[in-house]
């Protein structure tokens, strides 16, 4: 059974960084079928796919052109794990951040959900 | 980029009753690439159908897929308690980053 563990800050300030983790068990990083994707969800965007990391022979990256210039999704294989980084957020980037597994696009596990506020 | 749109807005059923939940794409997408959610207040979506037609490890045959081209259909053929909740759409494009969402259709109790 696939687990994802998320963690990370609840309130971040107008310009910084919002950083978030999820930690895989029951499945690895590595996997040569799965992508480890951040989706969002607020009021005023409905779910919003942002971005994914993913390896086959190597490790590649894909983001949704909405971020493009402003996000970084990375694994972390020592620790099993992926994390996101968004940058020079604004209270429009206030929303449940959602850490999820993928296969062929269909995002069959979830972690629990981080509501990450932007505000001073 | 690829609209998708679903209807009703809002569903409001007794349970025991059929549910039909419609969604249309703005143009032809492959049935390959959709999915259907469930979500609960509070918690993560959670998957139901994919490929539009097969349903998830666990997912009772309660639930089923339909569709191809612009519309497709999610039907929960008698509403149980548990079934009360927001349902989306989900497609990618030949692109992964090309990953949509419809806006949700509410089913509540009459």
């Known amino acids: 059974q696939v687990q994802l563990q998320q963690s990370g800050p609840g309130l971040v300030k107008p310009s910084q960084t919002l950083s978030l983790t999820c930690a895989i068990s029951g499945d690895s990083v590595f996997s040569d079928s799965a992508g480890w994707n951040w989706i969002r969800q607020s009021p005023s965007r409905g779910l919003e796919w942002l971005g994914r990391?993913?390896?086959?022979?190597?490790?590649?990256?894909e983001y949704a052109v909405s971020v493009k210039s402003r996000i970084t999704i990375n694994p972390d294989t020592s620790r099993n794990q992926f994390s996101l980084q968004l940058n020079s957020v604004t209270p429009d980037d206030t929303a449940v951040y959602y850490c999820?597994?993928?296969?062929?696009?269909?995002?069959?596990?979830w972690g629990q959900g981080t509501l990450v506020t932007v505000s001073s | 980029e690829i609209v998708l749109t679903q209807s009703p807005g809002t569903l409001s059923l007794s349970p025991g009753e059929r549910a039909t939940l419609s969604c249309r794409a703005s143009?032809?997408?492959?049935?390959?690439?959709f999915a259907w959610y469930q979500q609960k207040p509070g918690r993560a979506p959670r998957l139901l159908i994919y490929g539009a037609s097969n349903r998830a490890t666990g997912i009772p045959d309660r639930f089923s897929g339909s569709g191809s081209g612009t519309d497709f259909t999610l039907t929960i053929s008698r509403l149980e308690p548990e079934d009360f909740a927001v349902y989306y759409c989900?497609?990618?494009?030949?692109?992964?980053?090309?990953?949509?969402f419809g806006p949700g259709t509410k089913v509540d109790i009459k």
């Open positions: 989900q497609h990618h494009g030949f692109l992964s980053r090309d990953v949509t």
């Open positions: 143009q032809s997408i492959s049935d390959t690439y």
């Open positions: 990391t993913f390896y086959r022979s190597m490790w590649l990256h």
């Open positions: 999820t597994r993928d296969l062929s696009m269909r995002f069959d596990y």
